[in-house]
């Protein structure tokens, strides 16, 4: 295939392709933008100097090999739902390992371990592991994000208060190492590099194929939506009060998920009930649920039904699926937001100038099963999180406007300055490229450890993006 311009090392990344031009595209080629997968954030433009399309392990860590040889950072693209664009690199230059060909699956009849490629779309492992004897993990609602990102940050989604997050399944992970070598990590070996892959694994390799451990896939769930039109601040605050001291219940079911978005126009509560109606009615009254008789109840028999986000549907309904400019930030909490915090976000929300009518503020139930790990278990750090806090904006205009961000970065301040003292981080899924302290808000206690793994097994730096985890 003819380039209009050779890059440095564009000999080899073919060579690790096997020589097939379609497994490889250069800056400079004639059709890189159409072959280059797009960005998803808009607001953060990023052009890799190469993309390719490997399909093993073997040409996996053949790239890599020639990248660092020819001094380039490397960062892996499995669904390429990054905030940050970070599979795109994060920053303009970096060689990217586009997964999309890794779709390798096996089920074993007797463990029901899965042995998954990393480009498997969450919607596909959701099949392919049902079609598989009726199997099931935790995920998240949105079935177009990868695994090989979902499983290596976290992954929180309606079953996560049962079986943990997408991460705790994990069992075992074929990874290519910055050197160029393919091991494997389990509890048996290279444990410290399992340790990283579960929670960090953009800084330190990339996964080629996953075994995971599987449960039987539920049979029947309620799921709850009650959206809600309220009309003054007063009550919509109280509604959000009423919420937390639901999900904030002390032994609260683990059968329960749920999620509460504030929006422009106001209020959605919903969420799944792992059980029967009238389990879910007796939780309803004995809890005294806000907004009961206030919505809709459907009775799901079907699994895929089951891990759907009206919330996620909500935004999608809103956005329109289309690639934008928008801006988020995260923020975790061990304990409720004081009555006067809440009061003060909505009477925040009411007087503050947005700059955009497409925002929203998305409050998580997580607790549960996630709690149950140790905080130095993995990398992954925010095992004693309650409740997470995900404030998105949208411009469907061009860039972000600076009033919007400011108005997002107001919400979390005055959230924080609801609890002086109080520690916060944010979730490393929903990366937010203007935070600082990333890697402390990322990964917190654990961030010692991974950088000393860092120093060992990537001194130089060749899984870089501009949140990364650095040499300690």
Known sequence: MGVAHSIPGQDCLL??????????????????????????????????????????????????????NNGYKVQARSGGHSYGNYGLGGVNGEVVVDLKNLQDFSMDPSSHVATVGSGTLLGDLHSRLYNAGHRAVAHGACLSVGTGGHFTIGGLGTMSRQWGMALDHIREV????????IVNASDSENQDVLFAIKGAAASFGIVTKFKLNTHPAPTQAVQYSYTLNLGTTAER???????????????????????????????????????????????????????????????LTDWLGMVTSQAEELIFQVVGGIPCSFYAKSMSFKDKIPD???????????????????????????????????????????RETIMWMQSYAVSLLGPVSKTTKDFLNGINNLISASRPGAVYGAYPGYVDPSLENAQE????????????????????????????????
Request: glycine fraction near 6%.
């Open 174 to 181: 074929e990874v290519v190492l910055a050197n160029g070598t």
């Open 441 to 472: 808000a990322y990964w917190g206690s654990n961030l010692p450890r991974l950088r000393s793994i860092k120093a060992q097994i990537d001194p130089m730096d060749i899984f870089h993006n501009p949140q990364s985890v650095q040499v300690g």
């Open 237 to 299: 605050a109280q509604l959000v009060k009423d919420w937390q001291r639901f999900i904030f219940t002390k032994n609260l079911t683990r059968q329960v998920s749920s999620e509460l978005v504030v929006f422009e126009s106001g209020i959605l509560l919903s969420g799944t009930f792992f059980g029967s109606p009238d389990e879910w009615k007796s939780l309803e009254k004995e809890l005294d649920f806000p907004a009961a008789d206030k919505g809709s109840v459907i009775i």
């Open 340 to 382: 006067e915090g809440i009061d003060s976000l909505f009477n925040y929300l009411e007087s503050t100038m947005k700059g955009t009518l497409a925002w929203f503020i998305i409050f998580d139930l997580e607790a549960g099963a996630t709690n149950d790990v140790p905080v130095n278990a993995t990398a992954y750090a925010h």
């Open 15 to 68: 060579a690790a392709v096997g020589h097939n031009p379609s497994l490889v595209v250069f800056q400079g080629d004639a059709f890189f933008h159409l072959r280059t997968p797009s960005v998803y954030n808009l607001d953060r433009p990023v052009t890799p100097i190469a993309v390719t399309f490997p399909e093993n392990s073997e040409q996996v860590a053949s790239i890599v090999q020639c990248a660092a």
